[in-house]
């Protein structure tokens, strides 16, 4: 199916989230659901495979969250084995996400640990240890503890795949069909992604059990109204990047800025 501007038709509580959650989603200031959330969380509740494809900054993250926090945290975690897996491309990301889950689900006690790269290992076993209910993971990580058995995956009951098509950008496409093969064969599968092309397709219909389909376009600015995003790419040889870019700042004279390097020399 595919929605575009839908009208809204009632809060959290309409769509079958629980009374605590739609409580903390009102104490958070979420009043109505975007389009994303109205289509995606009740065939994720009645426990639906779903394909999604919508553009980041639509909701994404509380879609399958709320059906994940609904449907298997009972604040009873067990040691290295989680209940649902999210899958996400970076450590940024699971992070946010994890935070998102936690928020989320704090009247329900929700456990929730993001695993990634970059981060002490010592520090994820005893977490792991503890036990959490929900595990959001950079793909590369996950598989690192799923090697070591410090990982079991035999009850997760709730798979999420988030951005997928930038986890395959990213050459995670190896790394997520191991890390699927080692999941219940019944498991719940949900697939995020800002575009579907035909690898994400493949991974679909390969991972997907007759999965509910949605595409949510993304917000069209009204006429005379400026983009919310602008995007602008320069071309500039490496050794005159650093005068490029005190060039760029110096012109869009930004409040605040955020800059990604490649390496932790770049950075400094």
């Known amino acids: 199916m595919t929605r575009d501007d839908v009208p809204p038709t009632g809060g959290f509580a309409a769509l079958g989230v629980e009374p605590a959650l739609a409580s903390a989603l009102e104490a958070l200031g979420y009043e109505e659901p ?5 289509e995606s969380i009740p065939p994720l509740l009645e426990g639906r495979d779903l394909l999604g494809q919508a553009a980041t900054g639509t909701g ?19 040691p290295n084995r989680p209940r649902a897996l999210v899958l996400v491309p970076t450590r940024e990301l699971a992070m946010q996400v994890a935070e998102a889950l936690h928020r989320y689900g704090r009247a329900k006690h929700a456990s929730v640990l993001p695993i990634y790269g970059g981060q002490h290992i010592g ?3 005893r977490a792991l240890q503890r036990g959490a209910e929900v595990v959001v993971a950079t793909p590369g990580r996950a598989l690192d503890h799923i090697e070591r058995g410090t990982l079991d995956l035999g009850g997760v009951r709730v798979v999420v795949l988030d951005e997928a098509d930038e986890m395959l950008d990213m050459g995670f496409a190896e790394d997520l069909d191991a890390i699927l093969k080692r999941t219940p064969k019944e498991r719940q599968t949900a697939l995020f992604s800002a575009t579907l092309p035909k690898r994400i397709l493949s991974i679909a219909e390969k991972h997907l059990r007759n999965p509910v389909r949605i595409a949510i376009a993304a917000p069209r ?16 040889a490496r050794p005159h990047k650093h005068a490029a870019l005190g060039r760029v700042l110096d012109m869009e004279s930004p409040t605040s800025a955020i800059v990604f390097c490649r390496t932790k020399r770049e950075v400094d």
């Open 34 to 38: 975007t389009a994303i959330q109205r």
């Open 60 to 78: 994404k993250t509380a879609a399958f969250a709320l059906p994940i926090l609904q449907r298997v945290v009972t604040g009873e975690p067990e």
């Open 123 to 125: 520090q994820q076993l």
């Open 221 to 236: 600015p009204q006429a005379g109204e400026a983009p919310r995003v602008r995007q602008v790419a320069y071309v500039v």
